[in-house]
């Protein structure tokens, strides 16, 4: 898994299963590849400090939900296009196009009129 891959998988099986414990966390990356248990509550505990999720619960038996708040999404956009913008030529993206077709196809038209707004607003009238 590439770098930041873990902890963006963490996040997307706490998003779509929580609130969910960090063995049950665990339990869905293990379906993929091999994880301690210590490396999967490393990771929870990092996004909790990074404040993209809550735990709650008592510390046998803490459960983690995403803290989902429009700064929070735009910190993650704005770091993950960094990451894309930092590959050589139109790689990085090529690589998000085909991750928001993977994700949601219906996006790339969205993409495609925010594209053309933007550019719209730079031309003089």
């Known amino acids: 898994m590439e770098k930041g891959g873990l ?20 339990e869905q990356l293990r379906l993929e590849r091999e994880i301690s248990l210590n490396a999967v509550q490393t990771v929870l505990n990092r996004l909790v400090a990074q404040g993209r999720l809550v735990r709650n619960g008592t510390r046998r038996r803490y459960v983690y939900e995403a803290q989902l708040s429009e700064a929070i999404a735009k910190a993650t956009a ?4 960094m990451d894309l913008l930092s590959h050589d030529d139109e790689a990085g993206l090529a690589y ?26 730079e031309r003089p009238s």
């Open 7 to 26: 902890k963006e998988k963490i996040l997307r099986i706490v998003q779509q299963h929580g609130p969910i414990s960090a063995s049950d966390v665990s």
């Open 78 to 81: 704005a770091h993950a296009a």
């Open 96 to 121: 998000f196009v085909e991750a928001i077709d993977r994700v949601r196809p219906d996006a790339i038209e969205k993409l495609e009129r925010l594209l053309q707004e933007r550019r719209s607003r």
